[in-house]
């Protein structure tokens, strides 16, 4: 069953190529398609294009399709074009001409969009729902472990003392910013593309402020060419939110197969959560972490991909934008994923201790000694020059104890700061009112 087939039979080979892998990504469209539709189906009836008995049996039955999708399995026919043509079907083998009528001021290429749009608002709710604990486990180790000091790094090379507390609260803050950028593609999300239909409107009365309302969007997508426009776009900017999330990983991750490097020797792990050689019995390999930092690279490739798949296209609908959906979707699963390991290895985490009393180090405190004579009165550049003759001349000597105590350092590590930003971005979704308007969809 095709929505567009009239007379003619299309070729086998044209059907399959087309269609590609779009089924199976459609099947995770499905609760979001039955959402748009009863949101329809209440709007057609609004403005008479609907009789009341007709919305009513319409929207009972699409709650029961809705039922058998969160129970599952749900498939699609074989002889079923996609998810729109297979809830329809449905509709029209359980109300006959009735079922018919739920297409009526909509083309598929809306019905695609505000699927989309809303399968993408639940998935960005969801990405932001599993950063939050693992943040709350960055914050709680970067307290825990804020006295112990490792060295710090500029270009690889050794620079100033840092602190575990440090480096987990680094990541905290990433995830913050992470989050704001999450936000921004939230509001760029929750905007309503439908009754756009083929991207030029429709002659027929439609309430598009109503479907708005019913579906929880945040506003419309005004501009009906724009609204067309807007598919690949809105992918685009939710690839970079991810992408970002995803760069933070990948960072952690490198400096963690660093750390646990032999020659760096600063962390270490539980034997059940690292894996070893075939042939060499000692070692201790960070796979987890290297897989989590190749998935993160993989996403962060994500928005080149989307931006060069539509690069050219003019306005209006084109194909090239169906397959955005294989790259885009896997990848809120892979993002979540990384988070779940991340926090795994991080709560299992074992730090060395008292690591810069090692000679090795010395020089790392070379900054702290340069800032004790500057402190005595001598201007920055003699004193910088005295210790670098100290160096220099095999002399240096040096204390180990740190008076950091400015906003961020190793003694003010500005914890609870942190975790104000991160709320006040969390609180800027606005979850609720969607959670409102879907329930009241289904009847809940």
Same mark, same amino acid.
């Given at each position: 069953?095709?929505?567009?087939?009239?007379?003619?039979?299309?070729?086998?080979?044209?059907?399959?190529?087309?269609?590609?892998?779009?089924?199976?990504?459609?099947?995770?469209?499905?609760?979001?398609?039955?959402?748009?539709?009863?949101?329809?189906?209440? =709007?057609?009836? !609004?403005? @008479? #294009?609907?009789?009341?008995?007709?919305?009513? +049996? %319409? $929207?009972?039955?699409?709650? /029961?399709?809705?039922?058998?999708?969160?129970?599952?399995?749900?498939?699609?026919?074989?002889?079923?074009?996609?998810?729109?043509?297979?809830?329809?079907?449905?509709?029209?083998?359980?109300?006959?001409?009735?079922?018919?009528?739920?297409?009526?001021?909509?083309?598929?290429?809306?019905?695609?969009?505000?699927?989309?749009?809303?399968?993408?608002?639940?998935?960005?709710?969801?990405?932001?729902?599993?950063?939050?604990?693992?943040?709350?486990?960055?914050?709680?180790?970067?307290?825990?472990?804020?006295?112990?000091?490792?060295?710090?790094?500029?270009?690889?090379?050794?620079? =100033?003392?840092? !602190?575990? @507390? #440090?480096?987990?609260?680094?990541?905290?803050? +990433? %995830? $913050?910013?992470?989050?704001? /950028?999450?936000?921004?593609?939230?509001?760029?999300?929750?905007?309503?593309?439908?009754?756009?239909?083929?991207?030029?409107?429709?002659?027929?009365?439609?309430?598009?402020?109503?479907?708005?309302?019913?579906?929880?969007?945040?506003?419309?997508?005004?501009?009906?060419?724009?609204?067309?426009?807007?598919?690949?776009?809105?992918?685009?900017?939710?690839?970079?939110?991810?992408?970002?999330?995803?760069?933070?990983?990948?960072?952690?991750?490198?400096?963690?197969?660093?750390?646990?490097?032999?020659?760096?020797?600063?962390?270490?792990?539980?034997?059940?959560?690292?894996?070893?050689?075939?042939?060499?019995?000692?070692?201790?390999?960070?796979?987890?972490?290297?897989?989590?930092?190749?998935?993160?690279?993989?996403?962060?490739?994500?928005?080149?991909?989307?931006?060069?798949?539509?690069?050219?296209?003019?306005?209006?609908?084109?194909?090239?934008?169906?397959?955005?959906?294989?790259?885009?979707?896997?990848?809120?699963?892979?993002?979540?994923?990384?988070?779940?390991?991340?926090?795994?290895?991080?709560?299992?985490?074992?730090?060395?201790?008292?690591?810069?009393?090692?000679?090795?180090?010395?020089?790392?405190?070379?900054?702290?000694?340069?800032?004790?004579?500057?402190?005595?009165?001598?201007?920055?550049?003699?004193?910088?020059?005295?210790?670098?003759?100290?160096?220099?001349?095999?002399?240096?000597?040096?204390?180990?104890?740190?008076?950091?105590?400015?906003?961020?350092?190793?003694?003010?590590?500005?914890?609870?700061?942190?975790?104000?930003?991160?709320?006040?971005?969390?609180?800027?979704?606005?979850?609720?009112?969607?959670?409102?308007?879907?329930?009241?969809?289904?009847?809940?």
């Amino acid at each position: 069953m095709k929505l567009w087939q009239k007379n003619t039979t299309v070729s086998s080979a044209v059907e399959q190529f087309t269609v590609g892998r779009d089924r199976e990504f459609d099947l995770m469209l499905a609760p979001f398609d039955v959402l748009g539709s009863i949101a329809h189906a209440k =709007m057609l009836a !609004s403005v @008479g #294009l609907l009789t009341e008995n007709e919305c009513s +049996s %319409l $929207v009972a039955e699409l709650r /029961t399709i809705y039922t058998q999708i969160e129970k599952g399995p749900f498939t699609i026919d074989e002889n079923v074009e996609d998810i729109h043509s297979q809830v329809e079907l449905l509709l029209t083998q359980k109300l006959g001409d009735t079922g018919k009528k739920i297409h009526s001021a909509r083309s598929r290429n809306d019905q695609v969009l505000v699927d989309i749009k809303l399968f993408l608002r639940n998935e960005i709710r969801e990405l932001a729902e599993a950063v939050q604990p693992f943040f709350g486990l960055l914050q709680q180790q970067s307290e825990k472990y804020k006295a112990h000091l490792f060295p710090g790094y500029t270009h690889l090379q050794l620079a =100033m003392p840092s !602190s575990f @507390g #440090l480096w987990f609260g680094a990541y905290a803050e +990433s %995830l $913050v910013d992470d989050m704001i /950028t999450l936000q921004g593609a939230y509001q760029v999300v929750n905007k309503n593309p439908l009754g756009s239909a083929a991207g030029y409107g429709s002659s027929f009365p439609i309430n598009r402020t109503m479907t708005t309302a019913l579906l929880g969007f945040g506003n419309l997508n005004y501009n009906v060419v724009y609204a067309q426009m807007g598919r690949g776009k809105a992918e685009r900017i939710t690839a970079m939110a991810l992408a970002n999330i995803a760069d933070t990983l990948a960072k952690l991750s490198m400096d963690a197969c660093l750390y646990l490097n032999q020659n760096f020797d600063f962390i270490s792990f539980p034997a059940e959560l690292t894996t070893g050689s075939s042939i060499m019995p000692h070692k201790k390999n960070p796979d987890v972490f290297e897989l989590i930092r190749s998935h993160s690279n993989r996403i962060k490739a994500l928005p080149n991909e989307i931006m060069l798949m539509t690069t050219n296209l003019s306005s209006g609908y084109h194909r090239d934008l169906q397959l955005l959906k294989e790259h885009l979707f896997p990848a809120f699963q892979a993002l979540k994923d990384c988070l779940s390991m991340a926090s795994l290895m991080l709560s299992n985490i074992n730090i060395k201790e008292d690591l810069l009393s090692d000679k090795k180090y010395q020089y790392l405190f070379s900054v702290e000694e340069v800032n004790k004579l500057v402190l005595q009165g001598i201007p920055f550049r003699d004193a910088y020059r005295q210790v670098g003759m100290a160096i220099e001349a095999g002399q240096f000597t040096y204390d180990t104890k740190l008076q950091h105590t400015h906003e961020g350092s190793i003694g003010n590590l500005q914890t609870q700061a942190i975790g104000e930003m991160m709320q006040k971005a969390l609180d800027g979704f606005s979850f609720g009112k969607t959670d409102v308007a879907l329930n009241a969809l289904l009847g809940k």
